[in-house]
């Protein structure tokens, strides 16, 4: 997984120069679509944000291999990966809202206002609670993993394998 997240953020990494060259927000402007704040932010700050991801992966990957050689650091490492997973894919929950609220904002003004908008509404609701209870069923199974896996790497007989 780590090699993967580091060939991931490299892809990311030329994705954001390509998108760079671009103006996304003056795009969907010119659509007349609204542009959140949130996007503007991302927009600002993708090349620090897909760096970040290129450190924790590569920080991820360094674990997973001092814990294959079984060294104690990479035990430790690897716990302390498991516990910050599992942290932020609870702390990500909100973003849920977030993310169907701005969705919300960028449907024009005339659209809210015609025949149909109790539709897109009531589907735009319905998606919201399928997203925040299937992402929450996700993280609480992934944390009771992560917890188990926890557990188990701390054992007295799993410490032993390690120097």
Same mark, same amino acid.
């Given at each position: 997984?780590?090699?993967?997240?580091?060939?991931?953020?490299?892809?990311?990494?030329?994705?954001?120069?390509?998108?760079?060259?671009?103006?996304?927000?003056? #795009?969907?402007? !010119?659509?007349?679509?609204?542009?959140?704040?949130?996007?503007?932010?991302?927009?600002?700050?993708?090349?620090?944000?897909?760096?970040? *991801?290129?450190?924790?992966?590569?920080?991820?990957?360094?674990?997973?291999?001092?814990?294959?050689?079984?060294?104690? #650091?990479?035990?430790?490492?690897?716990?302390?990966?498991?516990?910050?997973?599992?942290?932020?894919?609870?702390?990500?929950?909100?973003?849920?809202?977030? *993310?169907?609220?701005? =969705?919300?904002? *960028?449907?024009?003004?005339?659209?809210?206002?015609?025949?149909?908008? !109790?539709?897109?509404?009531?589907?735009?609701?319905?998606?919201?609670?399928?997203?925040?209870?299937?992402?929450?069923?996700?993280?609480?199974?992934?944390?009771? =993993? !992560?917890?188990?896996?926890?557990?188990?790497?701390?054992?007295?007989?799993?410490?032993?394998?390690? !120097?």
């Amino acid at each position: 997984m780590g090699v993967l997240g580091v060939v991931w953020c490299l892809l990311q990494l030329l994705a954001v120069s390509a998108f760079g060259r671009m103006d996304l927000i003056a #795009w969907l402007e !010119h659509d007349g679509l609204l542009a959140p704040d949130q996007l503007r932010w991302f927009q600002a700050h993708a090349t620090t944000l897909t760096l970040l *991801m290129l450190i924790s992966s590569v920080l991820f990957l360094a674990a997973c291999w001092g814990f294959f050689k079984r060294r104690e #650091w990479g035990r430790r490492g690897l716990i302390i990966f498991l516990v910050l997973v599992a942290l932020a894919n609870v702390a990500a929950l909100p973003l849920i809202n977030i *993310m169907f609220d701005t =969705l919300q904002a *960028m449907v024009p003004a005339d659209l809210l206002a015609s025949p149909g908008a !109790h539709d897109l509404r009531v589907q735009l609701r319905a998606g919201r609670w399928f997203s925040l209870l299937s992402a929450g069923a996700a993280a609480i199974g992934l944390a009771a =993993l !992560h917890a188990w896996l926890v557990v188990k790497l701390q054992r007295p007989q799993v410490r032993a394998l390690f !120097h």
